[in-house]
């Protein structure tokens, strides 16, 4: 397996992903760094043995629109037709306030498919705003068979305006919905924010239980809590 990690960022973030930085290199993997095209994105490029990529893409917005959609899947279509990434079997995308632990788990391999934390879920019928039944935080991971669904998939959809008002998380849902696209867990932990006390103590045990990543690392009070003994 040779996977490429993609980091979506934004200016805002520059101080944090310096801050990550050491983490994100425990990847073991090539990195394509992702800024905008109408902000500045600074990261750092000190990556001994690996290989560091960039491009810009998409605007400074949140959830603006398909904005982030759109990014996404840009990414994609690098990864599937630039043919500096022609040698990569595995897409991982990730945000800016992640942590890497450790390397993707190599054995067996990465199977057709989205491979996500699930955050949450809910009925649509209850809740009028989404189309999808759960929604699928980073890292978000994928072989090329699996990409290439996507990408067409997910231009299918924005040509029908089901964009889940924007959000990533929810469309992928949304994807798996309607195509039947398998979903795999990932050994990781996400929330939006280790702000409080029940998410910082779930993202601790899973740390402590083998977790290789973690999402929504914010500040660097919550990195300190989070790997403290």
């Not at 699930?118 to 705003?129: K, N, T, V, W």
């Not at 939006?192 to 977790?211: E, H, I, Q, W």
Request: glycine share 6%; net charge neutral.
């Amino acid at each position: 397996m040779k996977p490429l990690v993609a980091i979506l960022s934004h200016s805002g973030a520059n101080d944090t992903i310096a801050r990550h930085w050491p983490y994100f290199l425990k990847a073991e993997a090539d990195l394509l760094l992702v800024g905008r095209v109408n902000t500045h994105c600074v990261f750092p490029t000190e990556a001994p043995g690996r290989k560091i990529y960039r491009i810009d893409s998409g605007t400074e917005a949140h959830a603006d629109g398909a904005n982030h959609i759109l990014r996404f899947l840009d990414v994609i279509r690098k990864f599937l037709q630039s043919p500096a990434f022609a040698d990569y079997d595995v897409l991982v995308v990730t945000e800016y306030d992640s942590i890497w632990l450790g390397p993707i788990p190599d054995p067996p391999g990465v199977p057709d498919g989205i491979h996500a934390y699930l955050a949450g879920g809910h009925e649509p019928m209850r809740d009028s705003r989404w189309y999808s039944t759960r929604f699928v935080h980073t890292p978000w991971m994928m072989n090329r068979a699996t990409a290439e669904k996507v990408f067409t998939i997910g231009h299918r959809l924005l040509r029908a305006n089901l964009i889940e008002h924007g959000f990533i998380d929810r469309w992928l849902g949304l994807i798996m919905d309607l195509y039947a696209i398998p979903f795999h867990q990932t050994q990781t932990f996400s929330s939006n924010s280790l702000d409080t006390a029940p998410f910082m103590a779930a993202a601790r045990t899973a740390v402590k239980c083998g977790a290789w990543y973690v999402h929504g690392v914010k500040t660097q009070e919550q990195l300190d809590t989070l790997l403290a003994p």
